[in-house]
């Protein structure tokens, strides 16, 4: 999203064709309110995975580029003639505006406030009722460990290209205690301001960490010090002209890390974390 609070339709259904791969195809659920029907987006995606006989144990992101192209496109075409329209009556317009021609929709800047305010107790509400709505219409699929399957329905299956470009830049350095880590494999990349309250994968939010850092921090923030390094972190990515040009780099300001840095702590995140001892 942009400093307007506008948002392309390209990056939107690429998320939401995700979350839907991921349900349906990959969990195997019924995305509709009317048992023994399918929705429209169902079939597209079911006809994607018989035209490449795509086995369900595959999750949006191992899909090949083009695949994923594909089906966002599709997905994308068949919800500009109805979800867009249709959310916008139901919410008689007061959460967006949408331009179908120009593809993109304008948050109503209120609202977007109120969202970052509230955002985590938004979420839950939002997966509680997802799972009930999904236990209910789903009479044969399996709807074990629902609320888990909703939660980490959007999580990326690997933060490997990430690993590739940071260490590029820094080495293998923690990013917290400062430490050396010799192995590859002992490497983690981690999500600054947690991956719980974020829910996506963007460069200025990740950096590596050691095992021992990453793990012990898990599903925390961590103190204001770190935050100022990683705001002269991001400063330095930012003068590589390659790196200015990434989507997620274009949207990225100190000043928008540090206000979700606080409204991370508004939310409840307070137990901050600290490495145990820092290297140099
Ligand atoms: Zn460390």
């Not at 064709?17 to 349900?23: E, G, S």
Request: net charge positive.
């Amino acid at each position: 999203m942009n400093a307007q609070l506008e948002l392309g339709y390209d990056q939107l259904f690429s998320s939401f064709a995700k979350i839907y791969w991921n349900l349906v195809i990959h969990h195997d659920l019924n995305q509709i309110n009317v048992i023994g029907k399918k929705s429209e987006v169902q079939n597209i995606l079911l006809d994607v995975q018989t035209k490449y006989s795509i086995p369900n144990t595959v999750v949006f992101d191992k899909l090949s580029g083009e695949l994923q192209l594909e089906i966002i496109l599709k997905v994308k075409k068949r919800c500009k003639l109805n979800v867009m329209g249709a959310i916008y009556g139901d919410t008689k317009g007061t959460i967006y505006d949408f331009d179908n021609k120009k593809e993109y929709l304008k948050l109503n800047g209120s609202f977007y406030s109120f969202m970052q305010q509230f955002q985590r107790v938004l979420t839950y509400l939002t997966n509680y009722h997802l799972a009930m709505f999904l236990e209910k219409y789903n009479d044969q699929g399996d709807t074990t460990n629902l609320l888990l399957k909703v939660e980490n329905v959007s999580r990326r299956s690997s933060l490997a290209q990430f690993y590739q470009l940071l260490e590029s830049y820094f080495n293998r350095n923690c990013f917290y205690c400062g430490k050396a880590i010799k192995k590859k494999g002992g490497v983690h990349v981690d999500h600054f301001i947690p991956w719980s309250f974020v829910q996506a994968d963007q460069l200025w939010n990740l950096v590596l960490s050691c095992r021992g850092c990453n793990l012990s921090k898990s599903d925390r923030l961590t103190d204001n010090i770190y935050l100022n390094a990683l705001i002269d972190r991001n400063d330095k990515l930012l003068t590589n002209s390659s790196l200015q040009m990434r989507k997620d780099m274009q949207v990225y300001t100190s000043n928008k890390l540090k206000q979700l840095y606080q409204f991370t702590i508004d939310n409840g995140y307070t137990d901050i974390w600290r490495p145990q001892k820092r290297e140099n």
